[in-house]
């Protein structure tokens, strides 16, 4: 069994339903925990697959829209309850301290643990984990996705993977996310939506197959799915297989060993 | 099959488990829904119920605490999302505006509807219900319980229920529910850790039997439980029960017909 591992949280696109929680995604390697987004509920759904919030070292927001980041004050608030003292490490675009504030003095809370938001640059986490923000394309506010690389003991590179956040294909994250092995694309609509999906900033299935193909990915999960889908999960996972065909629809609670 | 009801979307206290989300509850009386808190997931909750968030017409916070109100801008996202027209009334103890509004500017959101933030005051919802808020005694934040009382179209009393929200037992609050048929009350701990609830300002399961004899309820829903109990959920019902018979752990998802 491989030593990295990681787990989808939350799948949905803006609202949630019976089938699919917030956008949120869990990174395990050599240790270290790091979550990719953190949509409401993400605390909900770490109680429900046995992980506790406290192992968590970093989190990367991708944008400060709700879905993304409604989650973290109460997950922040749990690690205080289960007397954290390990720092947690947020990289986010700018904004969102303001947020959490208001979110800690509404509520009398004081983390007894250091947490430190920065902005999207590259980052270690610990001996092994590197991550690397790229620009994407999605509405007027800051949006970034993360390259997230994991390293041997001996420097070489153990596993690369993608999450693009919401975006709508651009070429401008091509390059910085060449040769990934794993990609993590929005996927919002199906090309019978593209205008709509353009027009919101984001994806639709075929969208992100062809940026996996060009890429050379190996595996393709698409994710941040709209709804509509609930009842036919297949026809995006059909759609992107048509231009690549290691295309899966991410499902909450699904793992997947890098 | 009776025109009222309720549901328990969250059921736990400050941390949620597998087993319970956090606190909310869903009370609908001739069309008009309240809900009682909006912990977490209480947008997720709704939806697996099947209850579209749109529908709610009320919201009742008990206090400031994270976990009765991380719940809020989600939903409130969410309703704006489902182009929602309807007025949304939040009745809460001063300072859930500044939270409010700061989620908002943080994730670049207007609702396109009226939110009214109120006081806790008696107050009507449509011609049917009446809110009659008491004074609580949980920490040095203003708390809240509140009297739900249902109206008939003759005026007749239909049904009436008493949410505690947290609180340790004190004699402010009685006289304001006496004679509520159903009690919603804190139990967060079993009496062997009655100096720990009380000293965080929560109630033992003795504490609401206690109460729920003293007021003449009817039935008793032991609310707000700690995750030290998912192992064994009939403790707390049976150290209730040796004061106050109708006594019953609530559960996620459990609907009871007023």
Redesign the interface.
Known sequence: MSDSWMVFLGTSA?????LR??PSILLQYRGKYLLLDA???T??AL??Y?IGSSKIDAILITH????H???L??LI??MG??SRKKPLLIISPN??R??LE??F?????IPQFDVEIREPERTAIGDYIEIVPFKTCH???PSYGYLVLGKTPSGDLRFSLAYTGDTKPCESYVDAIKGSEVLIHDSTFSEELRNEAWSFGHSTSKDAALIAREIGAKVLFLFHISNRYNDDLSLLEREARRFFSEAYAAIDGMKFYL
């Open positions: 803006g609202v949630p339903s019976k929680g917030l949509g409401e509920g605390q909900i109680s429900r046995g400060l829209h709700g879905d980041i409604f989650g004050p109460g608030q749990s309850m289960s904004g969102l303001d947020f208001a979110s003095k509404t509520t009398d809370f509405t007027s506010l």
